[in-house]
């Protein structure tokens, strides 16, 4: 009988705090601003509705990390003059934009993202995901808790759309039905983002990383098909442990060969950590009621002295081009955003505090780019005597230690600038060579 009471409480208030979607955008206000879950966790009902309001209201900021869909409110520019999406982390649908005027990228390392954004812009509104409330009146924000649970803390109005297909999972994801201040019942599918299959190129890149990692080391990786080759070629290792902003298949796969087992683990061992996740249906499945993975904020996941207090912690990350001193630029082509830093810097630098911690910056020799003004293609050096004019900084070079392409690896750490223009050229394709080597000469990098 008290269950049965407890529950019926719980679900009184729950249906109290019902709305449809057309109610839900009745709430927002001129000069709003709204933030959105991570990826996978967005609200997609209200987003998907949201430039619906541009008759009444204006100067709408919208707060959103790799949102997974193209929404008309940022992606037709007729509502430029009401709406803008500040970016904590490019997509393709935010790059095609950025021209419009209607995307802005928000520069952060990911563990300060939403502090600082709370202390520049205060949250009128945040929306997001949840599983299926419990009989304790406890519900999931499921995917994410990058920033997620400081919005629900911060914001003036919460909305959760729960839907009973987003997985359940456990740490400060867990919000309680007091907590949240409108619920929207949805139906729709979790957004699915399939692993990339490795190239050749990924899987020599992989090979060389594994090669160094130990047994017994807590990794991080991120998405890609170099992250996905290194994870296809840590089969033969042992007791491994996951510290990781991103959880992703190949740690599901990783676990179930008996390779994860977080035996090693200095914080949270026996459990994986993440402070979110994305992937297929075979990921989400996984994680769905699994205690042995936790979804942590990200401000405390992706803190470099936090990940510095892992066992053997391996940080495995991704650039775009890197100069002959060792400066990573990791999210812009030139000038125009790609992408964002995320975390990069984050668990490069986390794993070099880490007590036999290493830091891996991978990328491939070489890229084919377009001409500009032709239709012709050619094939550059990504590693380069100076970034491209523009070009982020994203990892600087007192913050690189390992850098791998598929020509080998270079270990950075500790080196001079004469050593390391030695080393990164002795891992460039062979084509570049001699002339990185006279243009390093010539600009006198030596």
């Not at 992408?339 to 911690?357: E, H, R, V």
């Not at 690896?409 to 080597?437: M, W």
Request: net charge negative; glycine share 8%.
């Amino acid at each position: 009988m008290l269950t049965l009471t407890r529950e019926s409480k719980y679900q009184d208030i729950y249906d109290a705090k019902r709305i449809s979607v057309d109610e839900a955008l009745t709430l927002i206000k001129t000069g709003d601003h709204i933030v959105s879950a991570l990826a996978a966790a967005e609200p997609r009902s209200l987003l998907s509705k949201l430039h619906t309001v541009s008759e009444r209201v204006s100067d709408i900021r919208v707060s959103t990390c790799l949102p997974i869909l193209e929404y008309p409110y940022f992606s037709d520019p007729t509502y430029k003059d009401h709406f803008v999406n500040e970016g904590w982390f490019y997509t393709p649908a935010m790059r095609k934009m950025h021209g419009q005027g209607t995307v802005s990228f928000i520069p952060n390392h990911l563990h300060f993202a939403g502090n600082k954004r709370n202390g520049h812009r205060h949250p009128n509104i945040f929306a997001g995901t949840a599983s299926l409330m419990d009989e304790h009146g406890y519900l999931s924000l499921s995917l994410s808790a990058t920033y997620e649970k400081e919005m629900v803390q911060a914001a003036d109005i919460v909305i959760l759309e729960v839907n009973p297909n987003m997985p359940r999972t456990f740490g400060d994801t867990i919000v309680h039905i007091s907590e949240i201040d409108y619920i929207i019942e949805a139906d729709y599918d979790v957004p699915l983002f399939p692993s990339p299959e490795p190239t050749e190129k990924d899987r020599v890149i992989g090979k060389h990383i594994a090669e160094l990692i130990d047994d017994g080391s807590t990794i991080q990786l991120g998405i890609g098909g170099i992250p996905n080759a290194v994870s296809a070629e840590l089969f033969n290792k042992k007791d491994l442990g996951i510290h990781t902003e991103m959880f992703t298949d190949g740690m599901v796969d990783l676990f179930e060969a008996g390779v994860i087992t977080g035996k090693c683990k200095t914080l949270w061992p026996g459990k994986m950590v993440a402070t979110f996740a994305l992937g297929t249906q075979k990921l989400y499945d996984f994680i769905n009621d699994n205690p042995g993975v936790m979804i942590l904020n990200g401000s405390y996941v992706n803190d470099p002295y936090v990940i510095g207090q892992n066992h053997k912690m391996v940080s495995i990350n991704t650039t775009l081009e890197i100069d002959l001193t060792g400066q990573c630029c990791s999210e812009s082509l030139g000038h125009r955003q790609f992408s964002g830093t995320g975390g990069q810097a984050d668990t490069a630098i986390g794993a070099q505090l880490s007590k036999d911690g290493k830091s891996f910056i991978a990328l491939y020799s070489t890229a084919n780019v377009r001409v500009p003004g032709t239709s012709e293609r050619k094939t550059i050096s990504k590693i380069v005597p100076r970034l491209a004019h523009g070009a982020t900084v994203s990892l600087s070079r007192n913050d690189v230690d390992y850098v791998v392409t598929e020509y080998g690896v270079a270990h950075l750490k500790g080196t001079s600038i004469r050593e390391r223009v030695e080393l990164l050229i002795g891992i460039a394709h062979p084509d570049f060579r001699e002339s990185l080597r006279a243009e390093a000469k010539e600009l006198g990098i030596w």
